[in-house]
């Protein structure tokens, strides 16, 4: 059964990942922002039968109930929902009546699917991985012994809709500590919550350390309990970090695809690597290739490819699209889609994505999803999508857009046209009428956009921002 889950980061959603997986069936975490298209979309693609969600999150089902194909059962875990739905609605109470304690359940193996994660697409619109319980195991699996000691806690405020807060949870059980969990986190208070609740560990993604370094330094920054920051990447100031507040730091490489490909012990390296391929765990081998998948020497950009010699310790491709599976697979390894270079000492380097994916503070963006919908509004002929550097080192998105009457085309409205359509992680920055043409190739008229990045934010580029417009 394909259980989709749409819930806070809170302790009900880690007791609903166990549930499922104890009752082998497979579970689809949501995005909780998904709204509108992205949430049909993924619903109707990962044959969603029943949804385990809130009654705040269930308002978002009637404007898209008549096309959903699969969906038969919702259960609602904060009380009663009493909206219009043609599904059978459960509530908590209802659906815990007459339970009895599970004694004669065997529990998952490793080589069972435990979830369809949703990952950004690229060319075309987002794809569900199809990840076995090793992956969920793998991803963490690269800390160094004695990161944390039965007891201890690791503060993590990912959500379990991405690998990383499922994979935290499951490493914090495997060694005996406390998970530290948050719905939404915040710069501005994690050291309060570290302080409050003990953590031994604080783990960060994307541009959280940037935050977290920019905010003013206090006196007491050194004066709190952890011991090692788990990031990726590393900033710049990675040693200035390490001094101000008194912490270790490991840092790693990964996808929802291949789990942690690359990794660094207690000895992080030079600034900006992302580790090394993980020769003390049998997990994955990596290479940097060509155009035609051969290796290339040190030093030279290419895409970062990899494989498992253990079996079920990476994805099993992508849910019922297996032209995409055998693309990324192709000659036995599989295909990142991000550009690398390495050192003579082995240590790995992200040079570029190679792919069009949008990265903002800490979600995935597909361009292709973004492009389609901004072309959905009336006055928009057509639109390109690309990233532009954000304050704290993630992307912001910029929509360079064609339109029918670039005079009285106004970018506030065509924000306000996308706010319920898409999540708000997904609506763009910046938006730039195009008032000729966007630059294309000769064969295919398909959009350079390593023009369009390149020539990145200028005085026309509107900024949603700057026009206090917030979402």
Not at 22 to 44: C, D, H, K, Q, S
Not at 57 to 77: G, K, M, N, Y
Not at 206 to 212: A, E, F, I, R
Not at 419 to 428: G, H, T
Request: hydrophobic fraction near 40%; proline fraction near 7%.
């Amino acid at each position: 059964t394909h259980v989709g889950t749409m819930l806070p980061n809170v302790f009900d959603a880690h007791r609903t990942m166990l549930a499922i997986g104890w009752l082998r069936g497979i579970e689809v975490p949501l995005n909780n922002a998904f709204t509108g298209r992205m949430l049909e979309y993924t619903l109707n693609l990962a044959d969603v039968t029943i949804l385990v969600t809130t009654a705040e999150i269930a308002d978002r089902l009637p404007s898209i109930a008549d096309r959903l194909d699969t969906l038969e059962t919702v259960v609602i875990i904060d009380g009663a929902y009493r909206g219009p739905l043609p599904f059978r609605v459960i509530d908590r109470a209802a659906f815990l009546n007459g339970a009895v304690r599970a004694e004669d359940l065997d529990g998952p193996e490793y080589r069972d699917t435990a979830c369809l994660l949703f990952t950004s697409g690229t060319t075309g619109p987002s794809k569900a991985v199809i990840a076995p319980w090793a992956v969920v195991h793998q991803f963490w699996s690269f800390p160094p012994e004695g990161l944390i000691e039965p007891g201890e806690g690791i503060f993590c405020a990912l959500p379990l809709f991405h690998n990383s807060g499922r994979s935290a949870f499951n490493y914090t059980l495997v060694h005996g500590g406390r998970l530290i969990v948050r719905d939404k986190f915040s710069a501005a208070h994690v050291w309060e919550d570290v302080r409050r609740t003990n953590a031994a560990v604080l783990a960060l993604v994307g541009p959280l350390t940037s935050l977290v370094y920019s905010a003013p330094p206090r006196a007491d920054d050194p004066d709190n309990p952890v011991r090692t920051v788990v990031c990726g990447p590393m900033i710049p100031e990675v040693e200035e970090f390490k001094k101000r507040f008194d912490v270790d730091i490991l840092t790693c490489y990964g996808q929802t695809e291949v789990g942690i490909a690359l990794a660094t012990g207690w000895d992080h390296g030079p600034w900006a690597n992302c580790g090394r391929p993980r020769i003390d765990y049998p997990w994955t081998e990596v290479r940097v290739v060509n155009q035609f998948d051969e290796p290339v020497e040190a030093g030279v950009v290419g895409e970062l490819v990899v494989r498992s010699p253990e079996p079920w310790s990476m994805n099993l491709g992508y849910y019922k699209m297996p032209e995409a599976t055998v693309a990324a697979w192709r000659n036995g390894w599989f295909h990142t889609g991000d550009a690398f270079t390495y050192d003579e000492d082995g240590w790995y380097y992200f040079a570029d994505r190679m792919r069009d994916t949008i990265r903002r503070r800490g979600e995935n963006i597909s361009s292709y999803e973004v492009e389609t919908m901004v072309s959905e509004h009336p006055d928009v002929i057509e639109c390109a999508v690309v990233a532009v550097e954000g304050a704290h080192g993630d992307d912001e998105s910029l929509a360079f857009v064609i339109v029918r009457e670039p005079g009285a085309f106004d970018p506030a409205e065509l924000i306000r046209f996308l706010a319920p359509r898409m999540p708000a992680y997904m609506v763009p920055r910046y938006v730039e009428v195009v008032e000729d043409d966007l630059p294309r190739n000769e064969t295919s008229m398909r959009v350079r956009k390593f023009e369009l990045r390149a020539r990145g934010l200028s005085d026309r580029s509107w900024d949603r921002e700057t026009a206090g417009i917030t979402l």
